[in-house]
């Protein structure tokens, strides 16, 4: 079983203590919300750099230059 670390902030003293079954179940949903929020943001940051790098094309295409349009974005 997994085990945390408890240290008494009055004496200094440490103690290794294994976990309860409901704190190892609470560390897995908590690992598990966090995996899910990491990837909703990674998604969020995609979508965003592959909306720019389309917005750019579009306006290379129209003609302008990196130096215009990096001044239109700046």
Do not use: H, Y
């Amino acid at each position: 079983m997994p085990t945390k670390l408890v240290i008494n902030c009055s004496t200094g003293e440490r103690a290794e203590v294994e976990m309860t079954a409901e704190e190892v179940a609470q560390q897995e949903a908590d690992a598990s919300a966090f995996a899910e929020q990491e990837a909703a943001r990674q998604a969020e940051l995609d979508a965003t750099a592959a909306t720019k790098a389309s917005a750019q094309a579009k306006l290379r295409a129209l003609g302008l230059s990196d130096a215009e349009i990096e001044a239109l974005v700046g």
